[in-house]
């Protein structure tokens, strides 16, 4: 039997990671302008996020990359803000609470990383993963915070991060 595995991503997950959130977009039909299609760092995931305070994690399975999420600083912005960013996953695996442990990871990662509060930016068509953030104790906001360039990204969400003092 074959497990699941979450870890952090390497170098050598970047033309995978790439062409699984290229796939979900293409067989979801979302839009391809203005969302992370589009962005410039999707072939080079590992150094986008192999940088201070951020991390990036895949889901694989018998060497296969099956989807990803992330957190970064919030673009633009001088808050002490994380973004949740890339979370796809192939249908395969949906529904099977991966994307719930998935976040989970990325919220540990950005409390040690000491953010405050953890912001995201969805397609209104994503109403499971919508579901999900609400879940995990994401709150809709009015308006978008920095400035991601994710203009077909008409749905924004943050959570409040709870620091842990040890």
Same mark, same amino acid.
């Given at each position: 039997?074959?497990?699941?595995? @979450?870890?952090?991503i390497?170098?050598?997950?970047?033309?995978?990671?790439?062409?699984?959130?290229?796939?979900?977009? @293409?067989s979801? #039909?979302?839009?391809?302008?203005?969302?992370a299609?589009?962005?410039?760092q999707?072939?080079?995931? !590992?150094?986008?996020?192999?940088?201070?305070?951020?991390?990036?994690?895949?889901?694989?399975?018998?060497?296969? @990359?099956?989807?990803?999420?992330?957190?970064?600083? /919030?673009?633009?912005?001088?808050? #002490? @803000?994380?973004?949740?960013?890339?979370?796809?996953?192939?249908? %395969?695996?949906?529904?099977?609470?991966i994307?719930?442990?998935?976040?989970?990871?990325?919220?540990?990662?950005?409390?040690? !990383?000491?953010?405050?509060?953890?912001?995201? %930016?969805?397609?209104?068509?994503?109403?499971?993963?919508?579901?999900?953030?609400?879940?995990?104790? !994401?709150?809709?906001? %009015?308006?978008?915070?920095?400035?991601?360039?994710?203009?077909?990204?008409?749905?924004?969400?943050?959570?409040? /991060?709870?620091?842990?003092?040890?």
């Amino acid at each position: 039997m074959t497990s699941i595995r @979450i870890r952090e991503i390497k170098k050598s997950d970047n033309q995978q990671i790439a062409e699984v959130i290229r796939q979900v977009f @293409i067989s979801d #039909n979302y839009p391809k302008s203005g969302t992370a299609f589009a962005d410039p760092q999707l072939d080079c995931m !590992f150094e986008t996020y192999n940088q201070p305070k951020s991390c990036y994690f895949v889901v694989e399975k018998d060497g296969k @990359i099956l989807g990803g999420c992330g957190i970064n600083q /919030l673009k633009n912005s001088d808050e #002490n @803000i994380c973004e949740l960013q890339k979370m796809y996953f192939l249908s %395969e695996i949906r529904g099977k609470g991966i994307g719930y442990s998935m976040i989970q990871e990325c919220l540990k990662k950005a409390m040690e !990383f000491g953010y405050e509060k953890c912001y995201l %930016e969805t397609l209104s068509e994503m109403l499971p993963a919508q579901k999900l953030y609400r879940k995990v104790g !994401f709150d809709y906001l %009015e308006k978008s915070l920095g400035n991601t360039g994710h203009t077909n990204c008409p749905v924004w969400m943050i959570k409040e /991060l709870v620091i842990k003092n040890e």
